[in-house]
Each structure stands twice: as C-alpha cells, then as structure tokens.
C-alpha cells in the first residue's frame, strides 16, 4: 500500500521522532524559563538563591541571547558532520546545564551552567527543523511545520501547567532536574529511534557564514527593520522576567483562584485547592496560542503583511497597557491575553514579510537572520527591565509606571514600522 503524499500519514517515522523530541526538549525549557527570574531573587529562605534583581537581569539578558545567536554556527556543524552527532551534543549540554543549575547556588556557577544548557538549545534548534524540512514535501510542509510549532506550544503549555508546581513544592531544584531528566529521555531517542536524514552532506566553510553575515549587515533596510521590531520582543521577553516578579510580588490572584477552584469542583465533584503561580504566566501564554493561532492565522491571512505587523503589535502594547490600569487579577489576565494575541497576530506575518523584501536568492539567508529581533529583544528586555523593575516597583509602588514605558517601547515599535511603510518600503516601490 502506497503511502499518501499529504495527511497525517504522509509523514515518515523521523518526522514523529523529531516533533516528539521538539516537545519534550521545549517542555523541558519552558518548564524552566516559567520559574528561573522568580528563582533567581527569591532568598534562599523561600527556596531560591537570593541574587539581586540587577544580577538576575544580567542572566535573562544573556542566556536567551546566546540561545538565539548559536544556531547560525550550529547549523554549519551539524551539516557538516551530521545531524545525529550533532544532537548528541546538543543533549549532553543540555542534561549537564540543567543538572549543574539544580546543584548550584554561586551566582557565577548558576550562570556558567545555565550557559552550558543554552549551548545545547542552541545547538539543538537547527538541527530539529532541519530534520523536519527533510521529513516533509512541497505537498505536506504546511501541515508538518504546523504540527511541529502546535508541539513546542504544547510542551510550553504542559509541563509548567503540569510538572513544576509538583515540582517546585519540594524545592526548585527538582524542575531543573527534571529537565535534564529530559535531556537523558532525549539522548535515548537519539540513540535508538532518531535516523540520519537522506541528505548531501554540505561542508560549509565557516568563511561563508561571516561572508552570510557581512551581507545582510549592509543592507541597512533590513537592520533597520530588524531594530524598529526588537521593540516588541523586548516587552515579549517581559513575560520571563518582570512580570513574573510583578505576580509573585505584588498580585492577589485570588479572583482568579476561586474561578478556577469552582469549575474544578463541578466538574469532579471534589474540594480544590489549586493556585495561580508565576509558572501559569507561561500557560496562559502558549495555551492562547494553541487555542485560537489557527482561527488568527485565518483572519490575518487575508491581508497585507506590514499592516498586520503594526497591529499585532498594537495589540501587544495595548496588554502591556492593560496591566498598568489595574494591579486586579483579571485585569492581568486580560492583559496577558491580549498581549499574546498580538503576539500570535504579529510574528508569522513578520516572518512572510522578510521573505518578501528579502534579495532574489537570498531569502534562505535573510530569514536565517530574522530571529535577531529575538537576540536584542532579550538583551535589552533582560538587562533594562531589572533596574527599571527596582525603581518603579521595589522603590516607587508604581508597578503601573513600569507596563506604561515598556507601552511605549510598543508604540515606538508601532511608529517606526509606520515611518518605514511610508518612507523605505513605498519609496522603494515607486522608484522601482
């Protein structure tokens, strides 16, 4: 019997391999990222390691960085010595880096590990999409890729929904364990399921990623692009960072507790005692996006892409700017909401927009280069929200001052994007 060129059935077994470990490795990740800023500051009274918000802050704006930034050489490795070997380091590093992080309690050991784990995310990342673009055709890619970024949501969405409240009540260091528990999971399925792709393999000089990397630079349209959209990464890297200390901190998420405690009852019939955490941050994030990306990717679909662009933003400035109205929990809740809306609105449009005004035959390249948004998002969310966070929260009370200005890195993001519809990209047109 023939095997249909599209469907679920279309797909071979190390397209499952590879979204199954895409799941287990991003649940793993976010399992982390949805407690490490509170970890971090808590005083070890409290089960954390007590470093000051400044400290903290040097550490969200680095690691996330370095994670963006390694694929562009890791990339280069795996095609020239193989996707398997690479994957071995990639889950080496990251079962030590999260085992080494759960140990650790000096300020630069937590960072030297947790820099050993972005290592093998880094690592990690090409190397999975690259084993799923070769699992895929022209006629099934749309609904692979989609399975694959419906898993890492999934990931995002169960295990800190799941596992680390489980795990944090004994103590943080179990979540940090459990990760690396993946990673040995996750070295396992290298060895025994995962299979080589079918492919040439390409020696790639590393000369031609500088060479790569020297193009795109130039083209100062493209940077500049690049800049005016960090603006939304920037309060998108928020969610890993102050506001999680906003809700451990400052937030009564009582509202919402009892809401939840009663579906729960009625349903099972039974007492509950469930909690609204910092962890839930992160699932209310990627369970927006598993419930209505699909219904958004539709509606968006219908219109042009740099518009859309400025209203994802828009909708993502517009949360921000709802959780400086009100420090009550629903009123964060609807600010979450809305914020991933614009995240959800946003994004995949940026992403067709890049292919678009990318260079004849270089698409490939500039979309490589894409993801820098996400580098000087993290950079400058993780080392400006720390102090920023110590002045407007810590010293002031004014928690609503702080969502005001990182509003306002939206509607600067949102204006620059307007500025550059009108006088780069329609300039451009007309000349043409």
Same mark, same amino acid.
């Given at each position: 019997m023939?095997?249909? $060129?599209?469907?679920?059935r279309?797909f071979?077994?190390?397209?499952?391999?590879a979204?199954?470990?895409e799941?287990f $490795? =991003?649940g793993?990740?976010?399992g &982390?990222?949805?407690?490490?800023? &509170?970890?971090?500051?808590?005083?070890p009274?409290?089960? *954390?390691? *007590?470093?000051s918000?400044e400290?903290a802050?040097a550490?969200?704006?680095?690691?996330?960085?370095?994670?963006? %930034?390694?694929?562009?050489f890791?990339? !280069?490795?795996?095609?020239?010595y *193989?996707?398997?070997?690479m994957?071995?380091?990639?889950?080496?590093f990251?079962? +030590?880096?999260?085992?080494l992080?759960?140990f650790m309690?000096?300020?630069?050991?937590?960072?030297? @590990?947790?820099?050993v784990?972005?290592?093998?995310?880094g690592? %990690?990342?090409?190397?999975i999409?690259?084993t799923?673009?070769h699992s895929?055709?022209e006629k099934?890619s @749309?609904?692979g890729f989609?399975?694959?970024?419906?898993?890492?949501n999934?990931?995002a969405?169960?295990? #800190?929904?799941?596992?680390?409240?489980?795990?944090?009540?004994?103590s943080?260091?179990?979540v940090f364990?459990?990760a !690396? +528990?993946v990673?040995?999971v996750?070295?396992?399925?290298?060895?025994?399921?995962? =299979? $080589?792709?079918?492919?040439? =393999?390409e020696?790639v000089?590393f000369?031609?990623?500088?060479?790569?990397?020297?193009?795109?630079? =130039?083209?100062w349209?493209?940077?500049?692009?690049?800049l005016?959209?960090s603006?939304?990464?920037?309060m998108?890297f928020?969610?890993?960072?102050?506001?999680?200390w906003?809700?451990? $901190?400052?937030?009564?998420?009582?509202?919402?507790?009892?809401?939840?405690?009663?579906?729960?009852?009625?349903?099972?019939?039974?007492?509950s005692?469930w909690e609204?955490?910092?962890e839930?941050?992160t699932?209310?994030?990627a369970g927006v996006?598993?419930l209505?990306?699909l219904? &958004?990717?539709?509606?968006v679909?219908?219109f042009?892409a740099l518009?859309?662009?400025?209203t994802?933003?828009g909708?993502?400035?517009?949360?921000?700017?709802?959780?400086a109205?009100?420090?009550h !929990?629903?009123?964060f809740? +609807?600010g979450?909401i809305?914020?991933?809306?614009?995240?959800m609105?946003?994004?995949?449009k940026?992403? @067709?927009?890049?292919?678009l005004?990318?260079?004849?035959g270089?698409?490939?390249?500039?979309?490589?280069?894409? %993801?820098?948004?996400s580098v000087?998002?993290?950079?400058?969310?993780g080392f400006?929200?720390? #102090?920023?966070y110590r002045?407007f929260?810590?010293?002031?009370?004014?928690?609503?001052?702080?969502?005001?200005? %990182?509003?306002?890195?939206?509607l600067?993001s949102?204006?620059?994007f307007i500025?550059?519809?009108?006088?780069?990209i329609?300039?451009?047109?007309t000349?043409?």
């Amino acid at each position: 019997m023939n095997k249909p $060129e599209s469907g679920i059935r279309s797909f071979p077994k190390n397209f499952w391999t590879a979204v199954v470990m895409e799941f287990f $490795e =991003r649940g793993a990740y976010y399992g &982390v990222l949805s407690i490490l800023s &509170v970890y971090l500051v808590l005083s070890p009274g409290q089960g *954390g390691l *007590g470093f000051s918000r400044e400290a903290a802050g040097a550490i969200m704006g680095t690691i996330p960085p370095l994670l963006y %930034f390694l694929p562009l050489f890791a990339g !280069a490795l795996a095609d020239r010595y *193989g996707f398997r070997n690479m994957l071995m380091v990639a889950f080496s590093f990251l079962t +030590a880096g999260y085992f080494l992080t759960g140990f650790m309690s000096s300020y630069r050991l937590v960072f030297a @590990s947790l820099v050993v784990m972005a290592i093998g995310a880094g690592c %990690f990342k090409p190397v999975i999409s690259g084993t799923i673009a070769h699992s895929t055709t022209e006629k099934n890619s @749309s609904l692979g890729f989609g399975i694959f970024y419906w898993s890492i949501n999934l990931g995002a969405f169960l295990f #800190p929904l799941l596992l680390v409240p489980v795990l944090k009540k004994e103590s943080y260091s179990y979540v940090f364990w459990m990760a !690396a +528990a993946v990673g040995v999971v996750l070295l396992l399925m290298n060895i025994f399921l995962y =299979r $080589e792709p079918v492919r040439v =393999r390409e020696k790639v000089p590393f000369s031609k990623i500088f060479a790569d990397m020297a193009l795109v630079f =130039r083209d100062w349209k493209f940077i500049l692009m690049i800049l005016i959209y960090s603006g939304f990464w920037i309060m998108y890297f928020q969610m890993y960072g102050t506001v999680l200390w906003y809700v451990n $901190e400052y937030m009564d998420m009582t509202p919402v507790n009892n809401a939840v405690n009663g579906v729960i009852t009625w349903v099972t019939q039974k007492p509950s005692s469930w909690e609204f955490d910092v962890e839930h941050v992160t699932v209310l994030n990627a369970g927006v996006i598993i419930l209505l990306q699909l219904v &958004v990717s539709r509606i968006v679909s219908r219109f042009r892409a740099l518009p859309t662009i400025i209203t994802g933003i828009g909708l993502g400035t517009a949360g921000m700017a709802i959780l400086a109205c009100s420090s009550h !929990a629903w009123v964060f809740i +609807a600010g979450c909401i809305v914020f991933t809306m614009g995240e959800m609105t946003a994004h995949p449009k940026f992403n @067709s927009f890049v292919g678009l005004i990318a260079p004849s035959g270089k698409k490939a390249i500039y979309m490589g280069y894409s %993801f820098f948004c996400s580098v000087i998002g993290s950079f400058v969310g993780g080392f400006a929200g720390a #102090p920023l966070y110590r002045k407007f929260v810590d010293n002031m009370g004014r928690p609503d001052l702080l969502w005001l200005i %990182f509003s306002g890195v939206g509607l600067l993001s949102m204006a620059g994007f307007i500025w550059y519809n009108r006088f780069i990209i329609k300039k451009g047109l007309t000349r043409s």
